[in-house]
């Protein structure tokens, strides 16, 4: 069964920088892509970035510059590293894993909280 947990959320303040993490389990070698969403209060989830199996990896204008996505295969993990954080970037980040062609498994979300 597939499970996907995220950690490292928490309150900094803008211009500071996060680390997010999903520990992944379950998953095999038909995992397509691994990528980070966010919903902030009222409004729609939206995209992030994602990092395929290959390595390659793609990201939303809003956070292109300022986010990283990374995986170590050892740990079964995928990273979002956030610099120059703003206001704006907060919200629950979610992880998700697609094996078709859009998310198929989502984790249970980190508050991010970006105080100005």
């Known amino acids: 069964q597939v499970q996907l947990v995220e950690s490292g959320g928490g309150l900094v303040q803008a211009g500071g920088s996060l680390i997010l993490s999903c520990a992944t389990s379950?998953?095999?070698?038909?995992?397509?892509?691994v990528g980070w969403y966010r919903q902030a209060p009222g409004k729609q989830r939206e995209y992030v970035a994602h990092?395929?199996?290959?390595?390659?990896?793609r990201y939303a204008d809003s956070v292109k510059g300022r986010c990283t996505i990374s995986r170590d295969n050892a740990k079964n993990t995928v990273y979002l590293q956030m610099n120059s954080l703003k206001p704006e970037d907060t919200a629950v980040y979610y992880c998700?894993?697609?094996?078709?062609?859009?998310?198929?498994?989502w984790g249970q979300g980190a508050q991010v909280t970006v105080s100005s």
């Open positions: 990092i395929r199996s290959g390595g390659a990896t």
């Open positions: 379950g998953v095999d070698f038909r995992l397509n892509a």
């Open positions: 998700a894993a697609t094996f078709t062609s859009r998310p198929d498994y």
